[in-house]
């Protein structure tokens, strides 16, 4: 295998995430090389040859041209696999470039097993192998599925790419932060998440109120928030917040992988959920099978009790 | 303005899934099916856009699939979408992102299609790669993964979501692709006058042999259960002595983070 690795930079920085392909360049075996649109500033700490475009020229998001300096590189290095992250700029690009090369595209990858791509299926409940019929392959590798555990160093051997720049069809206009925290739910010991098993937005001082018990914070999943049920800083995932808690507990969370993304470095995952097989089990420490509508209130007072008289 | 509303009927997420005798998919006959939830979006921009220039529009709800799949189009009608279009095909589960985007592109090539909506992925196979794809196959421009749209004068100012919270806002002409990303809007249910309206409202059917027929290029090998870590403590069985059993642990959870 010939692999390019696509790197991402944004606000002329190179995003940590691109060091995750290394890892699944090593997994694969055979050649790399990388790709990136980018400045001086996003070059990464890594040996072997980078096809560099400048992003003063293309823009940090123009999918139209940087599919086609990908694709140039691409051909100029020979590879047999594109391989991006998969983030909201890898699933933009790798498709177009999939379509460029001709190219199978295999989604979300989280394991290489004897030559074909595993990867999930059904919000985790189930997984696949996938077999390609083509020439070349574009890959986008699940976030955290390839880690190393080396620090990143060296430095690349550096050829330009150039290609005839044209005006944008989809214009950057500019970037939009975050919108202000508040609540911290990183620096958090507890936290109790609620998630669309709740029900209904009446439930949330239930969750609430356990989080209370609990001395915690409260988060809560996407749904949850793209609902109005919580604003947008309880959130936790990947678009949402990164935390580390002693203890988490997770009340009708289904467990997709941008969920997990932002909850399992905790140390101890309670899940609460009506369903045996919810791939929150396979994070969870300990899960119970159970209404959370019923069950938290009756925890809550379980809990509650337990704090006054010790 | 032509609207295309391309939606999935994907399995309901929280059914019990078994795996088919050749390994290579599940079962179907256990399981309920409902639109994947990111088309919902879409077909609500759809409507709104609708809306927003006084019901000019003409929307139109694609769905490839089995007879089965004409439910999910009819509730998209009943939601404003004005007409369905069915391509039938037995076989879709079958077919991979290229397959299925080639279908939707040989159906729209041709139609003059304004704004072609998609969710930006589907719950089941989450490969994010299909109106990519089909914007590719009719030469649009495509933007993806947006949680805002507003549309004046044929441009479309959006908001792209980034990592962390971030968003990008990028600005595109019609004609164009555009991929939607849970929380773009608030789909609404549809209206009991609403749903008696769209029994009445046409969806056409089309034989899958009558497009383009594009040779398939990656395939599921193998589809099987996650093998557990079994670490997960399952605590099944009556509600008190559930409370009992996890009460003695949180208490030592408890007096640690105390
Ligand atoms: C690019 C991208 C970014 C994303 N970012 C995030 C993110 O940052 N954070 C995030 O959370 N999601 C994120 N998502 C969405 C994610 O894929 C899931 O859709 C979401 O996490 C599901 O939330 P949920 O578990 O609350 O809901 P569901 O998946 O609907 O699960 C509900 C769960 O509740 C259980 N349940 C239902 N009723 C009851 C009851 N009465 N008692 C007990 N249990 C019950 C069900 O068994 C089920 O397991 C993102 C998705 C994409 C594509």
């Avoid at chain 2, 139109?60 to 007409?83: H, N, Y």
């Avoid at chain 2, 002595?241 to 959870?253: D, G």
Wanted: charged share 25%; aromatic share 6%.
């Amino acid at each position: 295998m010939k692999t390019l690795l696509v790197l991402e930079c944004r606000g002329g920085r190179l995003r940590e995430e691109s060091y995750e392909l290394f890892a699944f360049a090593e997994a694969l075996g055979g050649e790399r090389a990388m790709v990136l649109i980018g400045g001086e500033g996003a070059v990464p700490k890594a040996s072997r040859r980078l096809y560099l475009a400048d992003a003063a020229r293309y823009g940090e998001y123009d999918p139209d041209q940087h599919a086609k300096i990908i694709v140039e590189a691409a051909r100029r290095e020979g590879s047999d696999c594109v391989a991006f992250v998969h983030s909201s700029y890898g699933w933009d690009l790798a498709p177009r470039v999939a379509s460029a090369l001709g190219a199978a595209q295999v989604s979300e990858v989280l394991g290489v097993k004897e030559g074909a791509f595993e990867v999930g299926c059904c919000n985790g409940k189930l997984r696949r192998t996938m077999a390609t019929d083509t020439e070349r392959v574009v890959i986008t590798v699940q976030g955290g599925a390839f880690l190393s555990w080396e620090e990143p160093s060296g430095s690349p051997e550096i050829v330009a790419v150039e290609i005839a720049a044209e005006p944008p069809r989809i214009e950057l206009v500019g970037y939009e932060a975050a919108e202000a925290k508040t609540v911290d739910l990183g620096s958090a010991e507890v936290v109790v998440s609620a998630g669309r098993g709740i029900g209904k937005k009446e439930n949330i001082p239930l969750i609430a109120e356990l989080a209370k018990a609990l001395g915690g914070e409260l988060g809560a999943s996407r749904p949850v928030v793209d609902a109005g049920w919580l604003d947008h800083s309880h959130q936790v995932g990947s678009t949402g917040q990164v935390v580390r808690p002693r203890l988490y507990v997770a009340c009708g969370i289904s467990g997709a992988i941008q969920h997990l993304a932002g909850m399992k470095g905790a140390e101890y995952v309670v899940a609460i959920n009506k369903d045996k097989d919810a791939p929150i089990g396979e994070v969870a420490d300990v899960l119970v099978v159970a209404d959370v509508v019923q069950f938290v209130p009756a925890l809550t007072a379980r809990m509650q009790q337990y704090a006054m008289t010790g | 303005m032509k609207i295309l509303v391309c939606i999935k009927q994907v399995p309901d997420m929280e059914c019990r899934f078994r795996v088919n005798g050749a390994g290579t998919w599940y079962e179907e006959g256990d399981l309920a099916f409902r639109i994947n939830e990111y088309d919902e979006y879409a077909v609500e921009q759809a409507v709104r856009l609708k809306e927003q220039l006084g019901g000019e529009p003409e929307v139109t709800v694609l769905s490839i699939g089995p007879d089965r799949v004409q439910e999910s189009i009819r509730k998209t009608l009943a939601m404003g979408g004005d007409q369905g279009v069915h391509i039938r095909d037995e076989a879709a589960a079958t077919k991979d992102p290229w397959q299925i985007a080639a279908l939707i592109a040989s159906y729209a090539r041709g139609k003059g299609f304004d704004l072609v909506l998609t969710g930006m992925q589907s719950q089941d196979r989450g490969s994010a790669q299909v109106g990519v794809l089909v914007a590719e196959m009719l030469g649009y421009p495509c933007a993806t993964t947006l949680v805002g749209f507003s549309y004046d004068d044929g441009v479309v100012t959006a908001r792209r979501e980034l990592e962390g919270g971030t968003k990008a806002v990028v600005r595109f002409r019609l004609p164009a692709v555009a991929t939607c990303q849970l929380g773009l809007n608030v789909p609404r249910y549809p209206t009991l006058p609403n749903i008696m309206k769209a029994k009445r409202k046409e969806i056409e059917a089309i034989a899958v042999s009558s497009l383009a027929d594009e040779p398939r290029r990656a395939g599921t090998r193998l589809l099987y259960l996650p093998q557990k870590r079994g670490s997960a403590r399952v605590i099944e069985g009556e509600m008190s002595s559930q409370l009992e059993e996890l009460v003695e642990i949180l208490k030592t959870k408890c007096a640690s983070t105390r």
